[in-house]
């Protein structure tokens, strides 16, 4: 008796939620800047409709990057009393909607090779695997940043990029010895 109503009930939800995820890529079909955020990986719908619809519209409002992951929450935050400071932490402050949204797409990113390379250096450092996908986050909340302001889908990067931007000093210059910083101890004196 319970159960055959409790069958319905649910079927009526998925047919609800289907129903607004249609309404919502329909929604997005008419923003301009939806092809701009899929093309990232670990960005989908229901992400680009969170970032565009709900929280960021099309990233206007944020002068920089900083300032957008600062409203995500994705900006480590230090503890400080008077003289007395206590480190950085994950802040508890900040919009949780996309915080979540950008968590969950780094979390879904890790399959990209780029996206898997910083996580696995960021565990390398020493980094949990929360803190490493908060700061994968924090990377693709830039990333997207940049991608909203110049309109531009996204171009996995190369590990040569570095390289192929590099400026070749002037042959007169290119046997002028270059000064580098030695190791300085930090230690007390």
């Known amino acids: 008796m319970i159960v055959p109503s409790l069958a319905k009930s649910l079927a009526a ?4 939620r289907r129903t ?3 309404q919502i890529e329909a929604l997005l079909e008419a923003h301009p800047l939806p092809t701009v955020l899929t093309s990232m990986p670990g960005v989908g719908v229901r992400t ?3 970032v565009l619809l709900v929280t960021v519209g099309d990233g206007s409002s ?5 300032h957008l992951a600062s409203y995500a929450g994705l900006v480590p935050t230090t503890k400080s009393s008077g003289s007395s400071i206590h480190g950085e932490h994950a802040p508890r402050a900040g919009n949780r909607q996309l915080k979540r949204a950008m968590f969950l797409s780094a979390f879904a990113a890790l399959h990209n090779p ?3 390379t910083y996580y696995d250096k960021c565990r390398a450092r020493g980094k949990t695997h929360t803190q490493a996908l908060l700061r994968l986050a924090r990377h693709h909340i830039s990333v997207l940043f940049a991608m909203l302001r110049d309109s531009t889908n996204y171009e996995p990067r ?4 570095r390289l192929t931007k590099h400026i ?3 042959p007169h210059l290119s046997r002028v010895a270059v000064w580098r910083p030695t190791h300085v101890d930090s230690g007390a004196y």
Do not use: G, M
């Not at 939800?13 to 609800?16: A, D, N, S, V």
């Not at 944020?62 to 900083?66: D, E, H, K």
């Not at 190369?158 to 990029?161: A, V």
């Open 168 to 170: 070749e000093a002037p």
């Open 48 to 50: 680009a409709a969170s």
């Open 20 to 22: 607004l995820e249609t």
């Open 158 to 161: 190369t590990p040569d990029h």
């Open 114 to 116: 780029a996206s898997r």
């Open 13 to 16: 939800l998925h047919e609800q």
């Open 62 to 66: 944020f002068p920089t990057a900083a």
